[in-house]
């Protein structure tokens, strides 16, 4: 039965109903970075997420690194496109 409640008795003999949860993002949290200096002023975020469904009071947080991505990675495949409409050279 997936996306329906399922009937689940706990190791106590509780009824509980599992679900499948539906996240929905409450807040985010900016770290600032202690020893970062202008070139890293940020390290990253915390997003909290609560599920939507109803009676639940499921809430989870996700940290997030900001990072340079790396030399050799791939470059967006936009870019090119954006370049030429704002006339920029590199």
Known sequence: ??????????????????????????S???LPNPVGGPERPIIGATVLWRCSRRNCNGYRDTKYNFRRPRTNSTPNRFS???????????
């Open 1 to 26: 039965m997936p996306g329906k409640d399922k009937k689940v008795y706990t190791p106590d003999g509780e009824l509980v109903y599992e679900h499948d949860h539906h996240w929905v993002q409450v």
């Open 28 to 30: 985010v949290t900016i």
């Open 80 to 90: 090119a496109t954006v370049r030429s409409i704002v006339d920029l050279e590199l």
